[in-house]
Nanobody
Framework: QLQASGGGLVQAGGSLRLSCATSGGTFSNYHMGWFRQAPGKERELVAV????????SYADSVKGRFTISRDYAKNLVILQMDSLKPEDTGVYYC?????????????????WGQGTLVTVSS
């Protein structure tokens, strides 16, 4: 199971920290990712991190502003979001992939949390 939290309303330029609590599996067996969906748009990559944390990948639109990390002691995936922009608004989902290859596409991720809403006002 995946439980996302930490969303909310923030002004442009502000920060938010999203957390994804995981349970029911061996945390280090899964690549983990954050994806988002804005109204009327398809779900898109935000950031992903490999099962052992050695590799990360970000959408171009968030590079330099967002940081993904994982806490193996607490089985958490964290997305630190700084310098937020109105175009970052959307529902943010965490997801897990048990595949061998580390991939970026949401279609490769098997398990999904319920989402947390991030709203950035201008």
């Amino acid at each position: 199971q995946l439980q996302a939290s930490g969303g909310g309303l923030v002004q442009a330029g502000g920060s938010l920290r999203l957390s994804c609590a995981t349970s029911g599996g061996t945390f280090s067996n899964y690549h983990m990712g954050w994806f988002r969906q804005a109204p009327g748009k398809e779900r898109e990559l935000v950031a992903v991190i490999s099962r052992h944390g050695r590799s990360t990948s970000y959408a171009d639109s968030v590079k330099g502003r967002f940081t993904i990390s994982r806490d193996y002691a607490k089985n958490l995936v964290i997305l630190q979001m700084d310098s937020l922009k109105p175009e970052d608004t959307g529902v943010y989902y965490c997801a897990a992939d048990s595949g061998v290859v580390f991939l970026r596409s949401p279609s490769n991720y098997e398990y999904w949390g319920q989402g947390t809403l991030v709203t950035v006002s201008s």
